[in-house]
């Protein structure tokens, strides 16, 4: 309809996965062990913790008409990809190498790091911003994890491990109700940074670096652009 209007799409790019992406969600779910060790956690322990919730995503997403968007994309004869795991784990490294950097102190030093960032600022005006849900501003911050890579939610198993590890803040996309509480019976604090947000600084990371300034971004979905170089 947008080619109708005088703006012609030569390729469609969504974030989270279609298709067979999405039909192997639950292989990309490995990494978290590994991302885990890195925090502390011993590897066996990891995998073990792993094994029960992968099982329980693919079995999830067994049923799912996994080629719909595909096969529309398909019949209309546009080109269609998703970059899901390459730009979470852009958005994970960005993030984690600021908070290694400045060092934040308490709990809310966090916040007014996430408030900085333009990808932030936009949903913080729509009464979406960075939010504490376990813990308080007051507490102190400790150790901070990035928890936004690895297909989808990890194990809420991980919490006690990563608390034993010396975690003090994860900073995370979303969390379920469920993983919440677990977050609160280990004395972690939990800041949701925001999703759509979230997957827009590893989109516009990713893009930085792959397209050339003339190429038009038609914006939809959430998405908004924004250029670091």
């Given at each position: 309809r947008l080619g109708e209007k005088g703006t012609p799409i030569d390729l469609i790019i969504a974030h989270h996965p279609e298709g067979r992406?999405?039909?192997n969600l639950h292989a990309v779910m490995n990494m978290q062990a590994g991302i885990m060790e890195k925090y502390g956690v011993p590897i066996n322990v990891a995998e073990d913790i792993m094994a029960e919730r992968i099982s329980e995503v693919q079995r999830r997403i067994m049923p799912a008409n996994h080629m719909r968007a595909v096969d529309a994309a398909r019949l209309l004869e546009i080109p269609f990809m998703c970059m899901h795991t390459p730009a979470d784990n852009s958005v994970v490294t960005f993030l984690q190498?600021?908070?290694?950097?400045?060092?934040p102190v308490y709990v809310s030093d966090i916040l007014d790091i996430l408030g900085g960032i333009a990808e932030y600022e936009q949903p913080a005006k729509e009464v979406m911003s960075p939010d504490i849900v376990c813990g308080?501003?007051?507490?102190k911050a400790g150790k901070v994890f990035v928890d936004m890579t690895g297909g989808t939610g990890g194990s809420k198993k991980a919490f006690s491990n990563l608390a034993n590890a010396g975690v003090g803040t994860v900073v995370g996309m979303h969390i379920s109700e469920e993983h919440r509480k677990e977050a609160e019976k280990n004395h972690l604090?939990?800041?949701i940074a925001g999703h759509m947000a979230s997957d827009?600084?590893?989109m516009n990371l990713l893009f930085d670096n792959i397209l050339s300034p003339d190429?038009?971004?038609?914006?939809?979905?959430?998405?908004?652009?924004?250029?670091?170089s």
């Open positions: 992406a999405m039909a190498d600021i908070f290694d950097k400045e060092k308080t501003g007051k507490r604090s939990v800041i827009n600084i590893g190429i038009e971004i038609v914006e939809t979905a959430g998405f908004r652009r924004v250029s670091r």
